[in-house]
């Protein structure tokens, strides 16, 4: 079992910056690929990040390439997404999940085991 905490969301304007942050506990948090997915109102769940049980590679949805960037700290259980030149469209609540093995086998919701239980960004024009 692995449990799952973000933190960092909040009101910014755009073209601000967050950082958020995933707290993990439970099982050896390095067997596990973490991603970060977001869901705006109305809206299905969306993949937005992905990182390898190392770090060694990442992966971004092609709207926040160049502006988001997923890290993590094997050592503090967390993983990182620190997101630049935000956007109005970017308003969202994001979740951070979990999948074991090196990494991720798909964007899709229903493929991550674990999730925490989001936090919200708001981003005003």
């Known amino acids: 079992q692995v449990q799952l905490v973000e933190s960092g969301g909040g009101l910014v304007q755009a073209g601000g910056s967050l950082r958020l942050s995933c707290a993990a506990s439970g099982r050896t948090f390095s067997s596990y690929a973490m991603a970060w997915f977001r869901q705006a109102p109305g809206k299905e769940r969306e993949f937005v990040a992905t990182?390898?049980?190392?770090?060694?590679?990442?992966y971004y949805l092609d709207s926040v390439k160049g502006r988001f960037t997923i890290s993590r700290d094997n050592a503090k259980n967390t993983v990182y997404l620190q997101m630049n030149s935000l956007k109005p469209e970017d308003t969202a609540v994001y979740y951070c999940a979990a999948q074991r093995g090196v990494r991720v086998s798909t964007t899709l919701p229903n493929g991550m085991e674990y999730w925490g239980k989001g936090t919200l960004v708001t981003v005003s024009s």
């Open positions: 990182i390898s049980w190392n770090g060694g590679s990442t």
